[in-house]
């Protein structure tokens, strides 16, 4: 069967290509999704999103933003791109702020560096607290700043290691102390 709309083959599911389907059995909602992954798609509503929002493309809807956004897997390759598609539109429901990001001007390529700098310099500076924390063997406030350095930038790759493998390193290091 082929979608009158877009012309796409419907899924076997009865759903179609083109748009969400909140009945799909793959279906993932907003609180499905980590601390990080929710980040990831605030920044891209945030730095891409009144591009689209204010766009013939977009058509002034949430739900342009979120198809535009989400179009070939690449917000979250690891999650279906019609249920992110979703959850962008959550998102920015839930979210008064991201509302008015949406109706303010749209940011320029040098925005998006500076705001994306700003997000490092966070993460980073939480990186630091993390390092002070675990050198005083506290290690459940090294974990959370670890927590927060992802949450503020988590495309930003810490040195050498993931957040993950820092999380790991700190584990194991409680492990030890006991």
């Known amino acids: 069967m082929i979608h009158t709309g877009c012309g796409s083959p419907v ?5 179609c290509p083109c748009i969400p389907c909140p009945d799909h059995p793959h279906a993932v909602t907003l609180d499905d999704l980590s601390g990080p992954e929710r980040a990831r798609l605030r920044h891209a509503v945030m730095d891409q999103g009144p591009g689209i929002y204010q766009s013939p493309l977009g058509g002034g809807s949430y739900d342009g933003v979120g198809r535009y956004l989400t179009e070939g897997g690449r917000l979250l390759p690891d999650r ?3 249920a992110v ?3 962008v539109v959550a998102l920015i429901e839930a979210e008064p702020a991201l509302r008015a990001v949406l109706d303010g001007p749209a940011p320029t390529m040098a ?9 490092v310099a966070q993460s980073e500076a939480c990186l630091v607290k993390a390092l002070a924390a ?3 063997s506290q290690y459940d406030t090294a974990i959370g700043h670890v927590d927060n350095a ?3 930038a988590p495309d930003h790759s810490p040195g050498r290691r993931s957040y993950d493998e820092l999380r790991a390193v700190i584990r194991d290091a409680a492990a030890s102390a006991g």
Do not use: T
């Open 11 to 15: 899924e076997e599911c009865g759903c």
């Open 80 to 82: 279906p791109w019609r």
């Open 85 to 87: 598609w979703r959850c």
């Open 111 to 119: 925005d998006r560096e500076r705001r994306n700098a700003e997000r």
């Open 134 to 136: 675990y050198r005083r």
């Open 150 to 152: 992802e949450l503020a």
